[in-house]
């Protein structure tokens, strides 16, 4: 398999190639730094390969699908562009059959989004079992390292000078239209987006993402424990998704614990009225990087856990 990553200097790209360079079964096509950007040299790198990745801002994305010519070439975008769109598969196997199935046969795939990634992975399996009416009225906030906004953001975070306020968490998309809101609400079928919070904080990475649940005001009034039997039940065979004891071992959850793997863990808490649910992982790996990887791998048909980190 011939696969090329447009957008290999990015963050996202840049630990997609980490998971791949050590790869037998593939070769990485790559273009000198002077032709990184050149049009010619990106649409004949993009349709000469069998699997492209895009790192790339929404547009850039758009623009490089519409170069692909070849249609043997398979896509898997990691930007937002493609994650509603029609024709294309939302790249979250563990979810159900349904999707793994539509990523394997698929030509078009698009990575979810981190904070989406967390929100969905505890959200999907209650509406679908029920236990969350769609029209449940949502809350959720996310914490995440500050690798997630990319580079300009590390070096603001990475700088020996920054300005104390970014020694803080700080609480962003306050205006409730963050770009990931549409996967959200599309994906697990819900009447209303949720209420979101993103909060970055000064760690390089790893994100915990919560949803937090009135049990009284759902149907059957289910407890914590009900919710975290229905959850493990769902992901039993999942082998990248876990779901932890009930409310966890620990008084508190680190939201960079699982920083530098590529799998999730939900953590559900609380009581017989007050439930959360927490999705544990890495922004850049289940959150980015690691699931493009993964999508590579099932659509390849080999291991899907072939170069990650668990």
Not at 44 to 70: G, K, Q, T, W
Not at 96 to 110: C, N, P, S, Y
Not at 129 to 148: K, M
Not at 291 to 301: D, E, F, K, P, S
Request: include cysteine; charge should be negative.
């Amino acid at each position: 398999m011939k696969v090329y990553i447009d957008g290999s200097a990015g963050t996202t790209g840049l630990q997609i190639y980490e998971r791949l360079a050590g790869r037998r079964d593939l070769t990485l096509v790559t273009l000198p730094e002077a032709r990184r950007k050149d049009p010619a040299a990106r649409k004949d790198a993009l349709n000469s390969c069998d699997i492209a990745f895009l790192c790339l801002p929404d547009d850039a994305a758009r623009e490089a699908v519409s170069m692909i010519e070849n249609p043997t070439v398979r896509v898997i975008d990691a930007s937002t562009a493609h994650r509603t769109a029609e024709g294309w598969a939302y790249g979250f196997a563990e979810l159900d059959d349904g999707r793994r199935t539509a990523i394997e046969t698929g030509t078009r795939i698009a990575n979810p989004g981190c904070h989406a990634t967390g929100f969905i992975a505890s959200v999907y399996p209650l509406v679908k079992l029920g236990l969350v009416p769609a029209d449940t009225p949502l809350s959720c906030f996310s914490l995440t390292g500050y690798s997630g906004g990319g580079k300009r953001m590390i070096a603001d975070y990475e700088n020996p000078e920054k300005p104390v306020n970014l020694n803080a968490p700080r609480i962003y998309g306050l205006t409730q239209a963050h770009k990931h809101l549409p996967e959200m609400q599309k994906i697990c079928g819900l009447i209303r987006a949720p209420v979101f919070a993103p909060i970055v904080d000064d760690y390089y990475k790893g994100m915990a993402t919560t949803v937090t649940l009135h049990t009284d005001l759902l149907p059957g009034c289910p407890n914590a424990k009900k919710i975290r039997e229905a959850l493990d039940d769902w992901y039993q065979y999942q082998r990248l998704i876990n779901v932890a004891p009930l409310n966890w071992g620990t008084p508190m959850i680190d939201a960079n614990a699982f920083a530098g793997r590529d799998d999730l863990m939900l953590i559900v808490a609380g009581s017989d009225q007050r439930v959360t649910v927490t999705a544990l992982f890495d922004n850049l790996g289940k959150g980015a990087s690691g699931a493009a990887v993964q999508n590579m791998n099932i659509l390849m048909g080999v291991d899907e856990l072939t170069g990650l980190n668990v």
